[in-house]
């Protein structure tokens, strides 16, 4: 159908992929389909950027690598970071504005944000609140404020990025922004959040007309000049051409599975991927280097700490030198992240018997992160030595916690006054030492309409992106909801673009 460009001196390599280059539109012989615009991947950026092709009166296909649509997104949670006075934050009660989110978001997602992504994320989070809602995506008016990870019901709203803890809380009126797509009976992985949030989504673009090929593997980009006119995909081993005669979105997902490129790029979370899926390999990213795209912030990660935050908030977590260095009532993803890159790795928490006992009788949609204490003592001292910490220094660490404890304080990291009681005996201590897990956040460097940057700085003719093969709003820190958030507000936007 086409000549193979692998050089002899590629073939000799056989550790590099050539695969990834893009092939000349020339050496194409025979399109196998063809549309307007062709979309790589049916999970969120790709069904969002198709709806909106598809309204701008493009003719889309959707290529999807596995046997249906949903990939992540329809597995998650289903949080979907929104906020700046969203109907849903009024009608549960909550202020909230644009500048407070952009000051929020430019704090915590950072070092290092895209601010003009993350201003125009903010400006457009009603609206887009509207358009999925218009889209058929059901929230339900009731907000969830226990510690948690995600509602454990149906609950539409809930603090998912430690908006209302320290630091932040210090800085910005807090205001709740993880807005969760309401479920009939909740199953995380199964029909949670994402589902219920994706499943409306594809039904609005099917509506629209557009089409899905499935088992369908994309493998490379097809190039006419500097422009992109099509896409190279595997079909059970055979290779199948698609022409797109106005654009190409990438929609494809991280590079959380793929070994080599986490190793280079963020090896903090190699070996350890979670919220993710194994189709999110990198290759969007790589067929987008290939071409000369760049790159942004190839070294963030969202990090899961596997811990029931239920129990957290009513302990202290400590590292593995006995001492204190995050609020315990804050994002666990947040925890996760402090864990992992600030504190090797190590963490303990450390709880009294009442405590415990409170927490693992609390409601939680993680009650399975809820452990058996590893350790048990009357006293801090004992309970330190079994743990192997140097002497006193979770001692020196529980005294002054509980000093201004007795007062309802923690003037040291500021976890708010409601979760801080002294810590009296019997204690115990769970070992969290390497719970985390996370997927990628850096990806190609998009506009803020989602063209592809050339790292000469110009947007590559024909070749948009979105989704976690991009990089987002997320530089460094991470919200829940910004994945299903940023992927869904620049998969329209790249759709826009595309069709255009
Ligand atoms: C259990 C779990 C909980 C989560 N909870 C949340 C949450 O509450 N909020 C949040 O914001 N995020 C959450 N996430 C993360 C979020 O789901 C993803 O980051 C998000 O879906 C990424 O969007 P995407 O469009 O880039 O990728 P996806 O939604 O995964 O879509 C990518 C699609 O591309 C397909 N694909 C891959 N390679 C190819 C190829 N070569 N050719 C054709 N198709 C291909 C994949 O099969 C997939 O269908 C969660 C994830 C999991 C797994």
């Known amino acids: 159908m086409w000549r193979s460009v692998v050089s002899s001196s590629e073939r000799t390599l056989r550790m590099a992929d050539p695969t990834v280059r893009p092939i000349s539109a020339a050496d194409i012989t025979t399109w196998d389909y063809e549309a307007d615009v062709v979309v790589a991947g049916y999970?969120?950026?790709g069904v969002t950027a198709a709806i909106e092709a598809a309204r701008a009166g493009a003719e889309v296909l959707v290529l999807e690598r596995t046997g249906g649509w949903g990939g992540a997104a329809s597995l998650a949670g289903g949080f979907i970071y929104l906020g700046g006075g969203t109907p849903l934050q009024k009608a549960c009660g909550f202020e909230d504005?644009?500048?407070?989110m952009k000051t929020f978001m430019k704090a915590a997602l950072g070092p290092g944000t895209d601010d003009t992504k993350i201003d125009a994320y903010c400006e457009g989070s009603v609206d887009h609140y509207n358009w999925l809602?218009?889209?058929g995506v059901p929230f339900k008016e009731s907000f969830w404020g226990q510690p948690g990870w995600e509602p454990p019901y149906d609950d539409g709203l809930m603090y998912s990025g430690g908006e209302n803890a320290a630091p932040f809380n210090a800085l910005v009126d807090p205001a709740p922004r993880g807005h969760v797509p309401q479920m009939s009976e909740k199953k995380t992985g199964e029909q949670g959040g994402g589902y219920m949030l994706m499943k409306p989504l594809v039904e609005t673009a099917e509506k629209l007309g557009v089409r899905a090929e499935y088992d369908l593997r994309v493998q490379t980009l097809v190039v006419d000049g500097d422009r992109v006119v099509g896409v190279v995909a595997k079909r059970y081993g055979k290779d199948v051409a698609i022409r797109a005669r106005k654009g190409v979105v990438l929609a494809m997902g991280s590079f959380a599975y793929n070994n080599e490129m986490v190793r280079s790029n963020a090896p903090r979370i190699f070996g350890h991927p979670a919220a993710s899926i194994e189709a999110h390999d990198g290759r969007a990213i790589q067929i987008g280097q290939a071409l000369g795209a760049d790159t942004a912030h190839m070294d963030a990660t969202e990090v899961a700490f596997f811990c029931d935050p239920q129990l957290m908030v009513r302990g202290i977590l400590v590292n593995g030198r006995g001492q204190r260095y995050i609020p315990e009532d804050t994002y666990p993803g947040r925890i996760g992240q402090a864990t992992l890159f600030q504190q090797d790795n190590q963490a303990f928490l450390v709880i009294d018997e009442a405590a415990y006992d409170e927490g693992m009788n609390a409601e939680s949609s993680s009650a399975q992160l809820r452990a058996q204490p590893t350790w048990v003592?009357?006293?801090?001292?004992?309970l330190e030595?079994?743990?192997g910490l140097p002497a006193g220094s979770l001692q020196s660490t529980v005294d002054l916690y509980n000093r201004h404890a007795a007062e309802?304080?923690?003037p040291v990291l500021g976890k708010k006054s409601e979760?801080?009681?002294?810590?009296?005996?019997p204690f115990a201590a769970i070992d969290l030492r390497g719970?985390?897990?996370g997927f990628t956040l850096g990806g190609l460097k998009t506009t803020v309409d989602s063209e592809v940057l050339h790292v000469s700085g110009a947007p590559i003719p024909g070749l948009f992106a979105a989704g976690r093969c991009t990089s987002g709003v997320c530089a460094g820190g991470y919200a829940s909801g910004t994945s299903l958030g940023d992927g869904s507000f620049f998969g329209r936007r790249a759709g826009i673009s595309a069709a255009r």
């Open 97 to 100: 504005s644009v500048e407070n």
């Open 435 to 437: 719970r985390t897990g």
């Open 385 to 387: 030595a079994e743990m």
């Open 377 to 382: 003592a009357e006293t801090v001292e004992e």
């Open 408 to 410: 309802g304080s923690d």
């Open 43 to 45: 999970g969120i950026a």
């Open 133 to 135: 809602v218009d889209a």
């Open 419 to 425: 979760w801080v009681k002294p810590i009296v005996g």
